[in-house]
């Protein structure tokens, strides 16, 4: 029994010791300390202050992974088949605050990851000239099927006749947009770009050693 008090004891304190170490930081720069929720974009402190997410930067927590707070309208999409269409590219979006975790820093660029309550990766980026991180876009579709194969042989033939998933990648565009001058990120590099950190990674650290 004693143990079990002991163990009890020791949870509690560094329970305590954590959520301690928990803060705030608002656009203002003020740093609020205590034990930090998020509801209906609202951020508790201590379940005594509240303040509207986008009065707030950036936040230290135990609970959430990351700590760069963005208020986003967030483009979604889904690579489940079976709810993709063909020839078709579902665009939502939600309007929502998401807690960014810092994947990659340099001068020049950062780079960003989050997930949704459905687990779906989001990539986001900032440079020098970017008040807050921008997300980097991405959606899924169907391509090719019979309907496609009798209206176009020529381009749908062969294993193309069949129903494949095809990458609309927008997030190629935002970062030729920004990187296309660097002679030192080759076109085989942009074709094999994926929206994976390691790929984004490998893209970002080749720009920052441009001039």
């Known amino acids: 029994m004693k143990l079990i008090f002991v163990f009890a004891s020791f949870f509690i304190s560094v329970t305590s010791i954590c959520q301690k170490g928990d803060y705030l930081v608002k656009n203002t720069g003020d740093t609020v300390w205590g034990n930090i929720k998020i509801k209906n974009k ?37 690579d489940n088949l079976s709810d993709l269409e063909i020839d078709f590219i579902e665009k939502a979006a939600t309007d929502t605050v998401l807690i960014l975790d810092e994947i990659y820093a340099s001068p020049k660029i950062n780079l960003y990851y989050a997930t949704d309550d459905y687990k779906v990766p989001f990539y986001f980026y900032k440079t020098p000239s970017d008040p807050q991180p921008i997300q980097l876009v991405i959606h899924y579709y169907l391509e090719g099927g019979l309907a496609n194969y009798i209206d176009n042989r020529s381009r749908y033939r062969g294993e193309k006749s069949r129903v494949y998933i095809s990458e609309d990648k927008g997030y190629v565009n935002q970062l030729y947009a920004i990187m296309g001058g660097c002679k030192k990120i080759t076109q085989p590099v942009w074709d094999l770009l994926s929206y994976r950190d390691y790929s984004l990674k490998q893209i970002a650290k080749i720009y920052n050693k441009c001039n």
Request: no cysteine.
């Open 42 to 78: 609202i951020f508790y402190v201590d379940e005594t202050s509240a303040f509207i997410a986008t009065d707030v930067s950036r936040i230290k927590s135990s609970k959430y992974r990351g700590n760069v707070v963005v208020s986003v309208n967030l483009l979604t999409y889904t």
